[in-house]
């Protein structure tokens, strides 16, 4: 409850108050004009207090998308009440609008500072010295016009929200590629951060943010819901931002790409979102060309398409049902067998090569969908065991894992049953051949075993009743199925175990 000092304060709070973001212009257009003269009539006067207030009570309609009129003559009479206030001096060390810097965040969707109290006698707030001091009234003048127009004003102190420089932190962390937790539901939860109307701070700051997190969920990633949640949102956001044509800027003016550092991009994809935030990064962006072009729809565009570019790509690689067709060319003889040599050459890949990586992947799962339709059980044993290989040793993606998953699984089913007369040093040890050099020691075993008339056999070798032995098939199988479902545990919540079939 709010006690005015007469009713038209009251009456004109109660209009003021009802303007948001998504209010029909019809209506708060009048109001905004009509405030707007008032204030820029006599900026400086004794009744410069109320015009200023009713302007920061209707900043999110004039920081979403007022018509050019109407966001004119509200920064104009900002500007000149903050110019005309801010001069005076006065004995106070600090302003209330001061203390609402470092809570002010218009990634939140009901966003404005509150400024009732300088109208009236909030109940829970009794009247203060500084409320209506002219550097108080020119501060929130100030707050308001850089809501409206980003970087557009100066002498806005330097107050970060918490949560934002927590957000830095936590950004940079996974970006160090040292993350503290689990990065996933970090990325998650920034990509989800976007309102409906935000402002151009926040707007921006959302970009900037996917885009710098972009690079490391491409390469680090491959939980599909991150990826989801991160396209998602950049889709969101390429339709709220204006179109590429209202950017004023020339040539060379928009951040060079090649100048900037990731660092400096997380830091601004959350210091852009307040006022506090943006008045920080003046210190840092003074000497780098105009500030407001990391605001313009232009650059924002760019750097939303860009991420947006690379995300569905990498989706794809990771998440969509591969055609393995054309590796019949590739891998059998024209008599129908089976190119071995060949075949475990892919699977001996460079680990720092990631076409190796896919190359090797998609053997895997050719010789899995192969195996499903095989019918000599010496072709399918190889079969498996190429399975196997890549499902044990190559971080396998969802797309063509789960159909690799799939075989394994059945296969531990089938032999769950079936007993094992070794001992246990008579098998192989599936660690020996886990990646790295101990790749090329696997291929000449695998080689051996499928046509053992024309590749020697390894100093080492097993023999070919050890490889199809039930107690070495159903203990790698359920392992790599174990590992399988503990990577996969988001994606088949998402799915159904019922989708992890092969096709």
């Known amino acids: 409850m709010i006690t005015f000092p007469d009713d038209r304060t009251a009456e004109l709070h109660a209009a003021w108050s009802q303007v948001r973001a998504d209010t029909p212009a019809a209506e708060a257009e009048p109001l905004v004009l009509d405030c707007a003269r008032r204030l820029s009539a006599d900026p400086g006067g004794e009744a410069a207090f109320v015009w200023v207030a009713g302007l920061v009570e209707m900043v999110e309609y004039l920081a979403w998308r ?4 109407a966001r004119a003559a509200a920064v104009a009479a900002l500007l000149a009440a903050a110019s005309a206030l801010g001069e005076r001096e006065c004995g106070h060390e600090l302003h209330p609008y001061e203390e609402e810097l470092a809570l002010l965040d218009e990634s939140e969707l009901f966003w404005r500072p509150s400024v009732a109290y300088l109208l009236g ?16 009234v020119a501060g929130h003048a100030r707050l308001a016009a850089d809501a409206i127009e980003p970087f557009g004003v100066d002498g806005i102190p330097a107050r970060v929200p918490e949560e934002h420089v927590e957000g830095v932190a936590e950004l ?38 996917q885009h710098v997190s972009c690079w490391y969920v491409i390469h680090r990633i491959t939980a599909r819901p991150v990826f989801d949640e991160m396209i998602e949102g950049l889709e969101q956001a390429l339709g709220l931002l204006p179109p590429a044509s209202d950017c004023v800027h020339g040539e060379g003016e928009h951040p ?48 939303a398409e860009e991420a947006l ?10 998440f969509a049902v591969r055609d393995t067709s054309a590796l019949d060319a590739a891998y059998l003889t024209p008599e129908g067998a089976l190119d071995i ?3 475990t050459r892919a699977l001996v890949h460079d680990p720092f090569d990631s076409a190796g990586g896919a190359v090797a992947q998609n053997v895997g799962l050719w010789a899995a969908r192969r195996h499903a339709t095989a019918v000599d059980p010496h072709v399918r044993l190889v079969l498996l065991h190429l399975a196997l290989w890549v499902g044990a040793g190559l971080d396998l993606p969802y797309g063509p894992g789960r159909e690799v998953r799939a075989l394994l699984r059945r296969v531990g089913d089938e032999v769950s049953e079936r007993g094992c007369t070794h001992r246990a ?33 390894p100093a080492d070798a097993y023999p070919a009743e050890v490889w199809s032995c039930p107690g070495l098939l159903g203990q790698w199988a359920g392992e790599s199925v ?4 503990e990577a996969y545990f988001e994606m088949d919540l998402e799915d159904g175990d019922e989708l992890s079939t092969l096709l």
Not at 66 to 69: E, F, I, T
Not at 268 to 294: H, K, V
């Open 309 to 318: 570019g690379e995300l569905r790509g990498r989706h794809e690689e990771l």
């Open 256 to 303: 060079d790409p090649e100048e900037r550092h990731y660092e400096t991009d997380a830091q601004l994809g959350f210091y852009l979102r307040s006022p506090g935030g943006r008045a920080e990064a003046r210190g840092f962006l003074e000497d780098d060309g105009p500030m407001d072009a990391w605001v313009c729809p232009a650059f924002l565009r760019e750097q």
């Open 341 to 343: 040599g060949g075949l």
């Open 425 to 457: 040093d008579e098998h192989p040890d599936r660690r020996r051949f886990r990646g790295g050099y101990q790749a090329e020691k696997f291929k000449q075993h695998l080689d051996h075993l499928y046509a053992p008339a024309t590749h020697p056999a």
């Open 66 to 69: 007022p018509g050019a009129a």
């Open 482 to 485: 174990a590992e399988l479902d």
């Open 172 to 209: 940079t962390d996974f970006l160090h590629d040292y993350p503290s937790c689990d990065p996933g539901p970090t990325i998650e939860i920034n990509a989800r951060g976007l309102s409906d109307r935000p402002t151009r701070g926040a707007l921006a700051g959302f970009v900037l943010t």
């Open 121 to 136: 006698e909030p109940a829970d707030r009794p009247r203060q010295e500084a409320d209506l001091c002219p550097g108080n």
